[in-house]
């Protein structure tokens, strides 16, 4: 198989953790006999500094011309510190996805056995949790009508949708549920809000094309709650940009580690895989990041994208593995009583490759 892809390293830990996600690729290709060739590109805050604009034209044609992308993050502490900043590293990532139609974020929540004792909810409630979210991405009051009055003191940020939005992420996340084991949740707050109105409207009239699906609605409080108590009652969770975005890194904690969270930014073209962890500016360059979650997105591009399964199987069973033989990263094996074997960023990339070795050959 021949593939084009872009990596993007982006701001912080990005470039430390999309080393590791292209050398897994590399190596896969190695295995496997396929031909994935490769282009960087700038944005966020280092594509501000270099060009003064987040989101280069050239970085934009590269992606355009790509099978698909692997990007690390974007984010600079200055710019927290700075709420009146016009240009911001995240507005990149926010046009990237608009000019791609990358319309549904995907983010698997699959919980390791071996990490159970990494999250700070109880083993018992968590064992046995698989959640995929789908999180609509172009919607929603990230890409509203935003007010600021001429005195400063009143601001508004427009919550939209139109109904095609919903359908084309609706029917996604539906498809991906008679996949899975047929349930699906709905999350909204359709009690107050009119975009959640027509939101849960949509919803349930897609529903009615896949009547296998066990269809749950539930507001965005409750959700948010239940995820913590009873994490185990959810299958495919459908949910606009805010919500979804909230409710994800509530998720992490599932898993252990926001450094565990793969994702996958797709539509009816180039797909965008990233680890959801943020550009953690205070350990980049420490040799602290983990690298899984980009490791992670990278099955995640080999089976979504390429249709590479059996490809993408293999890195998650070697992270199985990783994981059993008693291998961490300082972030999932902080505050454990066990003796964990703590790696750095680069050892622990190294042993990754080294295991998709052994496992092929086996």
Known sequence: MNKKILVIPGDGIGPEVTTWGKAVLEKIAEVYGHDFS?????MGHVAIEATGNPLPDETLAK?????AILFGAVGHAKYDNDPAAKVRPEQGLLKIRKELGLYANLRPILL?????DASSIKPSILKGTDILFFRELTGDVYFGEKKRS?????????????????ERIAHKAFEAAMTRNKRLCS????????SSRLWRETVQQVS???PEVETEHMFIDNAAMQLIKDPKRFDVVLTANLFGDILTDEASQIAGSMGMLASASVGDGTGFFEPIHGSAHDIAGKDLANPLASILSVALMLDISFGLKAESQLIIDVIKKV???GFRTN?????STNPYKVLGTQDMGKLILKFIDQQSLS
């Open 38 to 42: 490769f282009q960087e590109a700038l």
């Open 63 to 67: 992606a355009q011309q790509s099978d």
């Open 112 to 116: 390791f056995d071996e990490l159970l």
């Open 150 to 166: 001429e005195d400063g003191n009143t601001a508004s940020d427009l919550m939209i949708y139109e109904r095609y939005e919903i």
């Open 187 to 194: 999350v909204d707050k359709a009690n107050v809000l009119e």
């Open 208 to 210: 009615k094309n896949y």
């Open 323 to 325: 994981l059993a033989e």
């Open 331 to 335: 972030d999932i094996a902080d505050g």
